[in-house]
């Protein structure tokens, strides 16, 4: 079955474009993302000068030296074909960018992705779904992945472009989507955090899949109603709405999770009044 699909894919896609083929031993294709694809995927994962980047299959190297050039971003590009990285390092020394973009030989599965703030890709659905483990056992919450064309199954992603390229004759005809997702941390469990202008201790329980979090807050033992609960990377943020001390209140809590910790803010309006307090939580 996956080695029709290659073959099919193959097939298309040396049709399509003198710059696509494939290896006859199964493995994902060479295909480009095309500039436009390129741009977005940039976009929507924002690399910072001095963060570090690897894209998983680079081909050309175009996607690794695209974001040194415009970000200024360390990247790394991996290829299980020796003649691509041959073509990916020449184009990075002819973009003179070679000092930023590097690229190895190497098989995808064994990349080290510890420390790595983007991951990039244009694979194939099964392989985004065997990587899908090896994100979130190394990646640190923050850490941004983009690929294009396909999703990581159960994982709901944090944003989706989708763009007409007419000429586009692999994958989705005539469309690339560009999907982000953006590691969670850790947000599973009780916090608690004490307010003394509200109500005193306040307790929060929450359950996590992926970046998608179930919120249960309680203000002085009172249950709240929780709104609009989400995650993005560290950040947390809930709106609630009750009771505290016979009085109504709007509670739009803003929090960044690290070391076992929340700080942030609550901004407190009891209809008359609005006023920020700091928000600090911890595991009880
Ligand atoms: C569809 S191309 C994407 C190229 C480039 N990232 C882009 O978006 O333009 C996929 C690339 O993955 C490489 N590849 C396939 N299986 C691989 C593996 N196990 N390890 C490393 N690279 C692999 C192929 O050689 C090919 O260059």
């Known amino acids: 079955m996956r080695s029709a ?15 696509s083929w494939a290896w006859d031993d199964g493995t994902t ?27 998983l299959g ?4 175009r996607i690794v030296i ?14 299980i ?41 244009y694979l194939l659905p099964e392989v985004n779904l065997q990587l899908l483990p090896r994100f ?36 989705p005809l005539g469309r690339s989507r560009i999907f982000l997702w953006v590691v969670p941390a850790d947000a599973r469990g009780r916090w608690v955090a004490d307010l003394p202008e509200l109500g005193g201790r306040w307790q929060f329980d929450v359950a996590q899949k992926f970046q998608v979090i179930d919120v249960d807050a309680r203000a002085g033992g009172t249950a709240m109603v929780v709104r609009g609960a989400r995650m ?12 505290v001390g016979g009085k109504g209140y709007n509670v739009l809590f803003r929090g960044k999770i690290a070391e076992g910790r929340i700080e942030g803010d609550a901004r407190v309006s009891d209809g ?3 006023r920020t307090l700091p928000w600090r939580a911890s595991r009880p």
């Open 5 to 19: 699909f290659f073959s099919l894919l193959f097939f298309v896609a040396a049709a399509a474009s003198a710059q």
């Open 29 to 55: 294709p060479f295909v480009v993302s095309p500039d436009a694809v390129v741009e977005r995927m940039l976009y929507l994962a924002q690399p910072k000068a001095g963060e570090r980047l690897v894209d």
């Open 58 to 61: 680079s081909g050309d190297g």
């Open 66 to 79: 695209e974001a040194a050039k415009r970000f200024g971003a360390r990247g790394l590009g991996v290829d």
């Open 81 to 121: 074909e020796p003649r691509l990285v041959e073509l990916a390092r020449g184009n990075a020394k002819r973009a003179g960018v070679e000092a930023l973009a590097s690229f190895e030989v190497q098989d995808l599965f064994k990349t080290d992705l510890h420390g790595v703030n983007v991951v990039t890709m």
């Open 136 to 171: 979130l056992d190394q990646l640190k919450p923050g850490a941004r992945i983009v690929s294009h064309d396909y999703d990581l199954g159960p994982w709901p992603f944090d944003e989706m472009i989708e763009l007409a390229l007419a000429e586009k004759m692999v994958g």
């Open 232 to 243: 993005r990377g560290e950040e947390i943020r809930l709106a609630v709405t009750g009771m």
């Open 272 to 274: 008359d009044q609005m």
